[in-house]
């Protein structure tokens, strides 16, 4: 569908030379708002604070090194007879939330190793936070004007996305078309996905563990739906679309993984660390 531009400025503040970006704001203020929410929940239960700040800490680096070395990889052929620092020019963009992922979760599971705590138990209670921070992370994505679908049709424009309101449409409308706007479907799934995780922690008490697993199936079932629209995907091979692929994996994993822990005896605690009768 035709549209006119009319997109919203990427740039919050420019301070002389310096440029401070939405979509950094964002970022920090969802990664900001996931601590505050987990150190919370962390003192509740009796543990310091610091140690979830810690993790964050220590986390952040390598879960930017990892995003980035992931959309390499997978991009490669981009990369070959480039200049060798390309590789790392992330203010460039390519960055992959699963490769953040996996850096954040190595980083947590050998901090608690090193600690002496429950990577399970520290996993549950950072699971809500991860996911409302991928939430508001996506509307970095939104001023940046980019992990978008394709281009909406005259009919669900007026079917569905009218109702929106007018700043997304207009941001969403690029070089005069109107691109389905994925970031939104993502966002609102994972906000969604956040609060069914408080309501299964403290409503239900689920096995130590399961909380965490509950959040990989979660997000990965609506981003295996959200991947199949959008336009900017990697590709393992063929026709095979890597985001999609990770996240029935992670599904398949995440249900063995929680089947396996109980089957055997690992989840013999409840989420409050009250153990299993």
């Known amino acids: 569908m035709a549209c006119t531009p009319e997109s919203l400025d990427r740039v919050l503040l420019q301070l002389g ?102 990577f399970w138990m520290i996993a549950d209670i950072a699971a809500p936070s991860i996911i409302l921070g991928q939430a508001i992370g996506r509307w970095g994505n939104f001023m940046n004007q980019e992990a978008h679908g394709g281009p909406v049709s005259e009919s669900f424009y007026n079917n569905y996305m009218q109702y929106l309101p007018n700043f997304i449409n207009q941001q969403m409308c690029i070089d005069g078309t109107v691109y389905h706007p994925t970031f939104l479907y993502e966002s609102l799934w994972n906000i969604l996905g956040f609060f069914l995780l408080l309501v299964l922690r403290h409503k239900f008490n689920p096995r130590r563990g399961e909380v965490f697993l509950s959040y990989i199936i979660w997000y990965s079932i609506g981003r295996f739906y959200v991947e199949g629209l959008r336009t900017d995907s990697l590709y393992l091979f063929g026709e095979i679309r890597t985001a999609q692929f990770i996240s029935i994996l992670l599904i398949v994993v995440a249900v063995a993984v929680m089947i396996y822990r109980r089957k055997v005896g690992l989840a013999n605690k409840y989420y409050n660390g009250k153990k299993v009768k």
Request: proline share 3%; net charge neutral.
């Open 17 to 118: 030379p310096l440029s401070i970006y939405w979509y950094g704001v964002i970022i920090a203020t969802g990664a900001f708002l996931g601590l505050l929410i987990a150190t919370r929940e962390t003192e509740r239960l009796g543990l310091k604070k610091d140690y979830m700040v810690d993790i964050v800490v220590y986390a952040i680096p390598i879960a930017i090194l990892c995003a980035r070395l992931y959309y390499v990889i997978f991009e490669w052929d981009r990369y070959v007879g480039e200049p060798w620092w390309k590789v790392f020019a992330i203010w460039e963009g390519g960055i992959a939330i699963h490769g953040a992922l996996i850096g954040s979760f190595l980083t947590a599971y050998f901090y608690t190793k090193v600690k002496g705590l429950s």
